[in-house]
C-alpha cells in the first residue's frame, strides 16, 4: 500500500513539472521563430528545463535509475515531443 501511495506520488510530481508552463516547441511556434533564433531559444528553454528537472529530482532525493527516469520523463514533458 505504501509503495503504491510513493509510486502516485512520484507520478503527479513529474507530470505537474512542467503542467502550469507550455513546452519549448508550443512556445517557438507561438512566437513564430525560425532558424537562428528557434535554435537559439530551444537550446536555452531545454537548458533551463533540464535545470528544472535535475532540481526536481535532487528535491525528491531520487538517484541512480530512479533520477535518470524522473529527469527523462521531466524533460519530455518540458520540451515537447
Known amino acids: ?3 503504491i501511495a510513493v509510486a502516485a506520488m512520484l507520478v ?3 507530470s ?3 503542467a502550469q508552463g507550455v513546452t519549448c516547441k508550443a512556445q517557438s511556434s507561438e512566437k513564430k521563430l525560425a532558424g537562428a533564433a528557434q535554435k537559439s ?3 536555452k528553454c531545454e537548458n533551463d528545463a ?3 528537472c535535475d532540481k526536481s529530482a535532487a ?3 531520487l538517484a541512480g ?3 535518470n527516469s524522473h529527469v527523462k520523463k521531466c524533460m519530455t ?3 515537447g515531443a
Do not use: L, P, Q
Request: charged residues 30%; proline residues 0%.
Open 65 to 67: 535509475a530512479a533520477k
Open 77 to 79: 514533458d518540458a520540451v
Open 16 to 18: 505537474t513539472a512542467y
Open 50 to 52: 533540464k535545470a528544472a
Open 12 to 14: 503527479f510530481a513529474s
Open 59 to 61: 528535491d525528491k532525493k
Open 41 to 43: 531559444f530551444m537550446t
Open 1 to 3: 500500500m505504501r509503495a
